[in-house]
C-alpha cells in the first residue's frame, strides 16, 4: 500500500515536471507566434528593400514603455508601434539608453524619418504627417540602408 503511494507520487511529480516542460516551451510563442523576451511578438517588416525583425506593440502600457531602459538593440532588430489612431503621433526619449530612428508609416508608406535621435534628447518628437505605424531603429539605420520617406512597409 506504501509502495503504491511513493509510486503515485512519483508519476504525478513526473507528470507536473512534463507539464512544466512543455509550458516553457510555448512561452516563447503566443497564439504560434514567437514572442521576445520582452513578451512582444515578433513581426518581419521591410522596408524598402531592408526587413528588421520587430517588437510589435499594441498596447496602452507597451505603447508607453517602447524600448525604454533597454541596454541594446541590435542591427536587424527594431520595434514596430501600432498605434490607435491616424494622427500625428508624439514620442519622447524617456528612459531611453539608445541612439535611434524613428520611422514614421502611414498607409503601407514611409511618411517620414526622424534620424539618429540621441537617447538624451529633452523633448518631444513628432511625426510630420498622420500616421498609425512607428518603426524604431538603432540610430543611423535609416542612412546605412538608404531608407527614405516614400518607401513601402509590408509587415507579416
Request: aromatic share 8%; glycine share 12%.
Amino acid at each position: 500500500m506504501r509502495t503504491n503511494r511513493i509510486q503515485s507520487a512519483w508519476v504525478s511529480a513526473g507528470l507536473l515536471l512534463a507539464a512544466l516542460v512543455a509550458l516553457t516551451g510555448l512561452a516563447g510563442q503566443a497564439g504560434g507566434q514567437e514572442v521576445s523576451e520582452h513578451g512582444n511578438p515578433w513581426v518581419r517588416v521591410t522596408v524598402g528593400k531592408v526587413t528588421v525583425q520587430a517588437e510589435a506593440v499594441r498596447t496602452p502600457e507597451r505603447l508607453y514603455l517602447g524600448l525604454s531602459y533597454r541596454t541594446e538593440l541590435p542591427e536587424g532588430r527594431g520595434m514596430l508601434f501600432f498605434m490607435p489612431n491616424q494622427e500625428v503621433q508624439a514620442f519622447c526619449m524617456r528612459g531611453m539608453r539608445l541612439p535611434l530612428d524613428l520611422i514614421w508609416i502611414s498607409a503601407g508608406r514611409v511618411a517620414g524619418i526622424t534620424r539618429n535621435v540621441p537617447p538624451t534628447f529633452p523633448g518631444d518628437l513628432t511625426s510630420p504627417a498622420p500616421v498609425n505605424q512607428v518603426l524604431e531603429v538603432p540610430g543611423g539605420f535609416a542612412d546605412r540602408h538608404g531608407i527614405k520617406a516614400g518607401d513601402p512597409v509590408r509587415w507579416q
